[in-house]
Every structure is written in C-alpha cells, then in structure tokens.
C-alpha cells in the first residue's frame, strides 16, 4: 500500500520568509511525528499528534515552529520567519500506536522521503 | 530512554554477514532494543525490535546478551544496498518518539 508522503520534497525559502511541510501518513495510522534532521546531525524530534489527543510539542525549537493535523490525517508544519539555521530535512512518521500510551514501546513507525528546506 | 553507544563506521565485503554492535550497558526491565537503518537520501526504516530473545526477520538477525546490556545487528548477507546508518534505539513503555544517536554508517565494498 501507499507509504507516507510528504511535499514538496525541496523547498527553497528566502530568509524571513514563511514555509509549510506537508504530510500524508498512511491510512489508518492514528499517530504523526515529525522530525527534522540537520546536515551531519541525527534525527531531532518536533512534535508527536496522536489522535484527538492534544500534541506533544516538547521538541519544538522556537514559537516560529507550530503544525496541526486535520481530520486526524494530514499535517502541516508550519515555519514562520525562517532563518538560515532552519534548514535541514524535515521527516514525517506515522505509526498505528496501539495501547492506552499511544505509543506502546513495540510499536513501528513508518517515515517519509522528508522535504529538504534550504533558507538563503 | 537510555542511552546506547555504536562504533562510528564499519565495513564489510558484499555477500559476507555483517555484525552491527550496540551497547547500553544502562537499560531497563522494560526497554526494548529497535534497529532502524536510513539509506542516502532517505528516510529512516524498521529493521528489527527484540526484548529478550534473539529475532529473526527477513531482512535480518538481533542477537540478545543474556544480560541485554548489549546486542548485534546481524546481516546474513551484505549487499550493496545494505549501505546505510544503521540506529540502535532503545524504547520503553511510554515511548513514543524515537530518539537517535548519532548510528554506525556501514559501508559495504564490491
């Protein structure tokens, strides 16, 4: 079946300057991460949405950075005033999360190709 | 989630088995062991999760210390497109983000 998306894959921005990620996960998975991952760096968490629950924005470096998710399906990460240390590749998961937690520690997440965000 | 330490960088022949090690000398009763593997320009992928017990899977072997302070990746057969960072995490049962460490990038030679 279909993997989890996400558009565009490149994203070229002018510093101060507004961009939105965006990510399909697959149908039927109830939670959504998105990570980003810097160059020479390993994969930094920003935000978790599992179901109707409200997100855990613990990751999330600065107030430019917020996402939503509608419909309990798609989401976009939204990055305002970008800055030059924002580029990175930003990657989407999504994972079933079955269990009370929503985030039973078996369970397996599904990433995306991620978008590569350059901020000149 | 407790902390797990990897070698660098490995290589390997294509076609010879592969042992990817990992130590978290500092993991609880409840931590499961996930492998995830990131090839160029992609984004990461499930290996392998085992608790106690050695797991096999198709596309590779976990092979558990009996103290489970430790354990090895094992790929039966390298190929070139095993060439990868491969992610050692540990997760307990509130886990919901992945954390990665910095991985092992193996190289596999022709």
């Known amino acids: 079946g279909a993997g989890v998306s996400q558009s565009p894959s490149n994203k070229v921005t002018e510093k101060g300057k507004d961009v939105e990620l965006r990510c399909d996960p697959i149908?039927?998975?109830?939670?959504l991460y998105w990570y980003r991952q810097s160059l020479g760096q390993g994969l930094e968490f920003l935000i978790y949405?599992?179901?109707?629950?409200?997100?855990?924005k613990s990751g999330l470096p600065s107030d430019r950075f917020s996402a939503e998710r509608t419909g309990g399906s798609v989401s976009t990460l939204t990055i305002q005033r970008t800055q030059q240390e924002d580029s990175a590749v930003y990657l989407c998961?999504?994972?079933?999360?079955?269990?009370?937690?929503?985030?039973?520690?078996?369970?397996?997440?599904?990433f995306g190709p991620g978008t590569r965000l350059t901020v000149l | 989630d407790a902390k797990t330490t990897q070698p660098n960088s490995m290589e390997s022949n294509e076609e010879e088995p592969v042992h990817l090690p990992c130590n978290h000398s500092t993991i609880s009763g409840t931590d499961y062991i996930h492998w995830y593997r990131q090839l160029p320009s992609q984004g990461p992928e499930y290996v392998i999760h085992?608790?106690?017990s050695n797991v096999n899977n198709r596309m590779a072997s976990l092979a558990i210390a009996e103290d489970r302070k430790s354990s090895t990746l094992i790929l039966h057969r390298a190929t070139l497109r095993d060439a990868a960072v491969y992610y050692c995490i540990l997760r307990d049962g509130s886990a919901r983000q992945l954390t990665f460490g910095s991985g092992t990038q193996l190289t596999v030679l022709p």
């Open positions: 998961a999504s994972s079933l999360a079955r269990g009370l937690a929503g985030g039973k520690s078996t369970d397996t997440q599904y």
């Open positions: 949405f599992q179901g109707n629950s409200a997100p855990d």
């Open positions: 085992g608790l106690t």
């Open positions: 149908s039927g998975h109830t939670a």
